[in-house]
T-cell receptor
């Protein structure tokens, strides 16, 4: 089944404790991205990647890192999480074709930083 | 970065009623998309629009790409309880893979 998977789905952690949220897609998509969703703000892009070893900042990259060592994986790293990073995070992927802008989203990771 | 202006923020309607929501921007977008998010899940694409003026239907859903390229609307006809959820508009600019989202419209349908 074609899908985007994220792990973990739920995470409660404390300020300053490094964490990684994994994202994997099995659709051979070139493009992958991370979003955070906060009430009243919709989805805001954190980072995106147009191919292996190519990453770029989105709207709200501060406090986050990403890597794209393989086409299928795009982990999100929080080196020193803070409470303002408590949010719902979504990974998404798509093909890089002008007429195929549909992004496929993962199920989300709800992160709480205490 | 600029987000899209989506309205209304929320809607409470009776089953069977029609629904309309829209998205505007001060700049031009090359693609407009409408997503729906069910509770506890990621957004799922409903309709994608690639051409100014394009009007596209998907069952009871109809969406249009504004002729100015700065707006789009989504209509849902004869709403049913499973239409409940959050609807997001999204847009991308030409040669730019940075997708922008509206803040969402939360739809509640009363049986």
């Amino acid at each position: 089944e074609a899908q985007v998977t994220q792990n973990p789905r739920y995470l409660i952690t404390v300020t300053g404790k490094k964490l990684t949220v994994t994202c994997s897609q099995n659709m051979n998509h070139e493009y992958m991205s991370w979003y955070r969703q906060d009430p009243g703000l919709g989805l805001r892009q954190i980072y995106y990647s147009m191919n292996v070893e190519v990453t770029d900042k989105g709207d709200v990259p501060e406090g986050y890192k990403v890597s794209r060592k393989e086409k299928r994986n795009f982990p999100l790293i929080l080196e020193s999480p803070s409470p303002n990073q408590t949010s719902l995070y979504f990974c998404a992927s798509k093909f890089l074709v002008a007429t195929m802008d549909e992004q496929f989203f993962g199920p989300g990771t709800r992160l709480t930083v205490l | 970065g600029q987000q899209l202006n989506q309205s209304p923020q929320s809607m409470f309607i009776q089953e069977g009623e029609d629904v309309s929501m829209n998205c505007t921007s001060s700049s031009i977008f090359n693609t407009w998309l409408w997503y729906k998010q069910d509770p506890g899940e990621g957004p799922v694409l409903l309709i994608a629009l690639y051409k100014a003026g394009e009007l596209t239907s998907n069952g009871r859903l109809t969406a249009q790409f504004g002729i100015t390229r700065k707006d789009s609307f989504l209509n849902i006809s004869a709403s049913i309880p499973s239409d409940v959820g959050i609807y997001f508009c999204a847009g991308t600019k030409y040669n730019n893979n940075d997708m922008r989202f509206g803040a969402g419209t939360r739809l509640t349908v009363k049986p």
